[in-house]
């Protein structure tokens, strides 16, 4: 059953932050040739334990861009530099680091030697395994199935504060268990997040005796024992993460390289409003701009984005509508959805043009919105799918353009082929977030709670799982590199994990920040640069770290702000 609407909510707006009037950006404008880089580097000893891999942060604090990189037998270097003076400083959980300046010049190559102190961990916090934290029983079943592939057993960041596990949530009474619970269920103006088909009513009440006989008032503080993350150094040697930071106010949830302006990354997150950021342009205060919703719609989030064929497109949860921006007109439009409350999420383009959409809620669709006729198509994914309900997620097209979706509590991936409108189930060992497609056509996905790869070969229908190496994982996105490399992120292990399909193989790359959150991963084609949205605050900034001190930048006020992220494997070593 498909249904379909045809309609436009239109609006042009004119570009311009008003905290920075001006004339309007051309992303066409070919940017000036930047001068000769240069470089700094130095020795890096510490006090106390092994300097291994330790990352090394230059900071600009003039166009508030920094430059991540690794030891190596306890030495570094950061190449291509542009000429300017940075705050250098080592970036390490339970180590103190002085900051120290630089001045790099054109073709220079300034020193900066960095002593750290060795700052013990807090305690306090009994750490256990699985079955201890969370005990076996038939509750327990029922949340493994439908519930922590969305709240996973680990959340957002070892003992972070923005988390999604329960057991870090703080001591709950039976009745603010059961409000939390209900939340899943009822939705005012919306679809639910699970249903009565989905969980029976008797087993919603034993999740939530569960939750309050194992996470109540008085309950100890305890979380899960992870496994040692041990470096390598010759993985990690010419790894570099550029970061650009966002002017306050200013969100990421997607980040997407632009396809026909170089440089340009177009981000989702912030309310009401579609964000640009030219990182060819150094300048804090010009780099970022929005184009914005016009009231009364400006309080809609703005969720996924992606551009296609010169045009930015965008979903928006709770808005009911699909945007669609033409950034070379300043022309923004939005187009309604025939289903209200179902929470337009993931979406991705066909070879076509079509872009197609996931919906988060348990209405059960995917949608499809055509850019010639501006019509809104949805599908029913339970009239082909053996299932009691559906949340939608991670979707993606492959050259066939076929149609590739998770489902966030259904342990399958699902493909639609529009040419015969039917759909095709490949059952996973654990349901999974996000999916892409490689190369080769075979499709990736990552099972959040299972903490594990799952590759799908369309043509044979085989499934093959890749574990993660460290338990506990809960891998969030997966993208392939130009060698098709899989890369997915890892918050719990603060980082990003490579996964070498040839030799079977797993490499951990830790974030540049502390218990760093980062949403989704996208491919820069023409670079080979990953690019990202990392948030970080309080407990993620150096300066704020019991016993550390020096951050070159601290957070605005409030705490938390974002960093536009760009992670190159091979980008640290002199460009020729």
């Known amino acids: 059953m498909t249904r379909s609407t045809l309609g436009t909510v239109t609006v042009l707006v004119a570009l311009g932050l008003a905290a920075a009037p001006g004339p309007s950006w051309d992303p066409r404008a070919v940017q000036a040739q930047a001068p000769a880089a240069g470089s700094v580097g130095g020795r890096v000893t510490a006090d106390q334990g092994e300097v291994r891999a330790f990352r090394v942060r230059a900071t600009d604090p003039e166009h508030r861009i920094s430059y991540t990189v690794f030891t190596r037998d306890g030495r570094y270097r950061i190449f291509n530099l542009p000429p300017g003076r940075y705050d250098v400083q080592v970036m390490e959980e339970q180590y103190a680091s002085p900051v120290v300046s630089a001045t790099v010049t054109a073709g220079g190559a300034a020193a900066a030697d960095l002593a750290v102190r060795h700052v013990p961990p807090a305690s306090g916090v009994e750490l256990v395994d699985f079955d201890t934290l969370y005990p076996p029983g038939r509750a327990r079943d029922v949340m493994v199935e439908r519930c922590f592939p969305c709240h996973s057993s ?126 060819t342009d150094p300048d804090f205060d010009t780099r970022t701009k929005a184009w914005r919703i016009p009231p009364p719609d400006d309080r809609q989030f703005v969720h996924g984005i992606i551009e296609d064929r010169g045009l930015v497109y965008w979903t928006e949860i709770g808005g009911n509508h699909i945007g669609v921006l033409d950034p070379a007109r300043d022309d923004l439009r939005r187009y309604p959805v025939p289903t209200k409350g179902a929470w337009q999420h993931t979406l991705r383009a066909d070879t076509q043009g079509n872009v197609w959409f996931s919906n988060f809620t348990a209405a059960s669709q995917i ?74 056509g075979m499709v990736w996905a990552c099972q959040f709670f299972g903490n594990a790869l799952s590759k799908i070969d369309p043509e044979t229908g085989a499934v093959t799982e890749y574990p993660l190496p460290l338990k506990y994982g809960s891998p969030y996105e997966v993208w392939p590199d130009k060698a098709d490399n899989l890369w997915t992120t890892n918050d719990v292990y603060n980082s990003l994990v490579k996964f070498d399909q040839a030799a079977s193989r797993y490499t951990y790359v830790p974030y540049p920040d502390f218990e760093a959150h980062t949403p989704k991963l996208e491919l820069d084609a023409q670079t080979g640069k990953l690019w990202f949205g990392m948030r970080v605050g309080l407990e993620s900034d150096p300066s704020y770290a019991a016993g550390v001190s020096g951050a ?7 705490g938390i702000y974002w960093k536009l992220t760009s992670f190159l494997e091979h980008g640290n070593r002199p460009i020729r």
């Open 154 to 279: 680990a959340g957002k960041g070892h003992l972070g504060t923005a988390t999604s596990a329960w057991h870090r949530k703080g001591g709950r009474t039976e009745e603010q268990w059961r409000k939390a619970v209900e939340r899943m269920w009822s939705r005012p103006g919306g679809y639910p997040l699970i249903t009565d088909a989905m969980v029976r009513p008797d087993d919603k009440e034993r999740i939530i005796q569960y939750l309050t006989t194992h996470f109540g008032p008085g309950s100890p503080e305890r979380d899960l024992k992870l496994d040692p993350l041990v470096r390598d150094e010759a993985a990690l040697a010419e790894a570099v993460y550029v970061q650009y930071e966002l002017p306050k106010g200013f969100n990421i949830h997607d980040a997407y390289p632009s396809e026909t302006t170089p440089g340009m990354v177009w981000l989702s997150g912030t309310l009401g409003a579609v964000v640009g950021v030219d990182t």
């Open 367 to 440: 949608g499809k919105f055509d850019p010639e006729t501006k019509t809104v198509t949805e599908y029913d994914v339970l009239e082909h799918w053996d299932d009691a309900g559906w949340n939608g997620y991670g979707i993606t097209t492959d050259d066939k353009d076929r149609v590739w979706a998770v489902g966030l509590s259904t342990p399958k991936i699902g493909m639609y082929d529009p040419r015969n409108d039917r759909w095709a189930a490949f059952p996973i060992a654990s349901a999974s977030r996000r999916l892409a497609v490689d190369a080769k």
């Open 552 to 558: 070159p930048v601290k957070p605005p006020a409030g």
